[in-house]
């Protein structure tokens, strides 16, 4: 009951490296290639990538949705930008901080340890209650705590700057930064889907009565899974936070939720593969179509403005997939465990 | 504080309370069949909401108006049930729960191309305004006709669950949908009744919800939703009877935490209200009303 699954073991060992080597090229065409604009939204993909995958690790593992995720992505971010920023500024735009976070003007890593524990601390108050829920309640639930933090967020004026946001988080991370915090969270979501809490977590997603009849703790194993889901969310969070200077609570609220939960659902819930796939796909969607959302001449011919069709787009897409293949593309497999025979030309040839 | 301004306050929390309690009644409507909550839930007021403000704009007269708008908020729920639950019955939960959240965002978008982005106005009529003054208590006239309202729609359907076929087949689906089946009640059919009662119910809470707010904007439907879904859970899920204690629980906290707290701290209310809820849960997993229900039983 308590050992690791061996086959996921050799089958994550895969997946990372050739997760590992897209991100690598990524990262060395961002370096190389790529102009300010382009190396942005590559790094900013980067980055997205890596928290769909945080969000896989509880969704996929547990089968329960969470909307409550952008929650934790959000107090990451809020507490790495104010511990890195300079006392000056924060004297300025929030000055009801308390005195030692004033005073701190942290580096890189005392920053987003700072981030992990106030995240760890808010994941545990919650993950008790949350993981004793049923299933259908969970996800009304975790829709409630993204409300709850998003509306403090955003009226706490003196700690947090209100609607207006944080300004002046200064430039503590560059590219390889970027891609080891993405390196770290893939294989942190890899080896808990291998380890004996991942896979007592998957038995309780396929049969809650039977895995309880086995003896598996559920509730115990829910909370595990919430708590390290949201660890690997708050690291990838408060890089974010250090890579982008200024945010504001409007970033952290439904558009993201959505978009990051439809990239795992196109993807497929139960793969760390899916994730980034999925991710892909919607970041190249919502690119192509960005420049159609304030209207454009194409040739002479004049695009009216069509406010949201990104999310018009990407909410088709999701109904499609999810009619043609409830279960995403990738469904519970990833690439490293994939054999040919899931290849249609792989059959034809043998 | 003085009793009359207590008196006053009571009736603020029972008239958005009966509000809240139809939008309960109608997702756990559903919910007891089903099983699964409808994340496009809001839209149905929200195409109601709309097509009374297109209709007062175009000149009909509001009762009228506000009789198609629950007939479009129908049309929306069935639809919702069409595009989004029926192709995924043997899917696994998760999939309604996107699903039906896509389809919510579809509508908005749409909206927001075709009508436009901005919350759009509705001329509420000046008697609407009104208040009534029973010596020093001075009463809304629109708390009292949605207190009405909202009373009259919740007896009409607990006539029509107690008195008709098709209510008792609902009322054995929310018990046990598999054996109602068995019994020989059409699945198909009771899901769609089920859908069409929500959409009633959300129809007519659409109604009170843009008499009190006066404007209609694209993602006017989430506060509806979400408070639908805490009074759903905090009255045990799929108990209708909760449902609609877990509507007016939730809108006397919310008024008494708007009354009794600081003034600075009044716009938290709303943290502080799901704060409540989850503290709640954290207690009592169920809600209230399973406990109830286990005693009758």
Excluded: C
Excluded at chain 2, 102 to 107: C, E, F, H, N
């Amino acid at each position: 009951m308590n050992s690791w699954s061996g086959r996921r073991l050799r089958e994550g060992a895969v997946t990372f490296a050739a997760l590992a080597l897209v991100f690598i090229v990524i990262a060395v065409v961002i370096e190389t290639a790529l102009g300010r604009s382009d190396s942005r939204i590559a790094t900013e993909f980067m980055l997205i990538a890596s928290m769909v995958v945080a969000i896989q690790a509880y969704v996929g593992n547990s089968g329960l949705i969470s909307f409550g995720h952008v929650a934790f992505y959000a107090i990451a971010a809020y507490v790495a930008g104010l511990a890195a920023m300079s006392p000056s500024d924060k004297e300025r735009i929030t000055p009801d901080l308390p005195a030692w976070l004033m005073q701190l003007e942290a580096g890189l890593p005392a920053a987003v340890g700072l981030a992990l524990l106030a995240v760890l601390i808010f994941a545990v108050f919650t993950g008790v209650p949350f993981s004793r829920m049923n299933a259908s309640v969970v996800s009304a639930a975790t829709l409630a705590l993204l409300v709850l933090v998003h509306s403090v967020i955003n009226l706490w004026n003196g700690v947090t700057h209100g609607p207006l946001g944080l300004v002046g988080v200064p430039d503590l991370v560059n590219t390889w930064v970027v891609l080891g915090t993405s390196l770290i969270v893939v294989a942190g979501a890899l080896i808990y889907r291998a380890s004996p809490w991942g896979l007592k977590l998957q038995a309780v997603r396929e049969n809650e009565v039977a895995a309880a009849a086995l003896g598996i703790p559920v509730a115990k194993m829910r909370f595990v899974g919430w708590v390290v889901s949201a660890l690997l969310m708050a690291l990838a969070g408060s890089v974010w936070a250090l890579n982008s200077l200024a945010f504001a609570p409007s970033m952290f609220y439904f558009t993201d939720t959505f978009a990051m939960l439809a990239m795992l659902v196109v993807g497929g819930l139960g793969s760390v593969s899916g994730a980034v796939v999925g991710a892909a796909i919607i970041t190249v969607l919502s690119e192509l179509l960005r420049g159609l959302e304030g209207g454009l001449d194409v040739g002479g011919v004049s695009v009216p403005e069509l406010p949201g069709i990104v999310q018009l787009a990407t909410a088709g897409l999701i109904l499609i997939v999810l009619i043609a293949r409830p279960r995403g593309l990738f469904g519970n497999q990833e690439i490293g465990g994939l054999r040919p025979r899931h290849f249609a030309l792989g059959r034809g040839r043998s | 504080m003085s009793p009359e301004l207590l008196i006053q306050q009571f009736v603020n929390a029972l008239s958005i309370g009966s509000i809240y309690a139809l939008l309960a009644l109608g997702l756990a409507v559903v919910f007891s069949v089903l099983g699964l909550l409808n994340f496009a839930y809001g839209e149905i007021l929200t195409i109601t909401a709309y097509a009374i403000v297109l209709l007062v704009g175009a000149g009909v007269p509001l009762a009228i108006a506000a009789v198609i708008g629950v007939i479009a908020g129908i049309g929306m729920s069935l639809l919702t049930e069409v595009v989004a639950f029926r192709p995924l019955r043997k899917a696994p939960a998760y999939a309604v729960v996107f699903s039906s959240f896509a389809v919510s965002l579809i509508v908005q978008s749409l909206i927001r191309n075709v009508i436009s982005p901005r919350p759009q106005g509705l001329a509420v009529p000046g008697w609407l305004d009104g208040v009534l003054t029973l010596g020093s208590i001075r009463i809304p006239v629109l708390a009292i006709i949605t207190i009405v309202i909202a009373v009259l729609a919740m007896v009409a359907l607990t006539s029509v669950l107690q008195g008709t076929k098709q209510g008792l087949a609902m009322r054995a689906a929310a018990e046990d949908f598999q054996t109602t089946r068995l019994m020989g009640a059409k699945a198909g059919r009771l899901i769609l009744l089920a859908f069409a009662v929500s959409g009633t119910l959300a129809g007519i809470a659409g109604v009170l919800w843009i008499l009190r707010t006066g404007s209609a904007s694209p993602d006017m439907g989430f506060t509806p939703l979400l408070q639908a879904f805490v009074a759903v859970v905090l009255g045990g899920m799929g108990s209708l009877r909760g449902a609609v204690l877990g509507g007016f629980a939730l809108a006397f906290v919310e008024v008494a935490l708007q009354v009794f707290l600081p003034s600075a701290i009044v716009p938290y209310v709303q943290a502080i209200t799901l704060l409540v809820v989850i503290a709640v849960l954290y207690f009592r997993p169920q809600g209230f009303a399973k406990k109830i229900e286990e005693r009758v039983a």
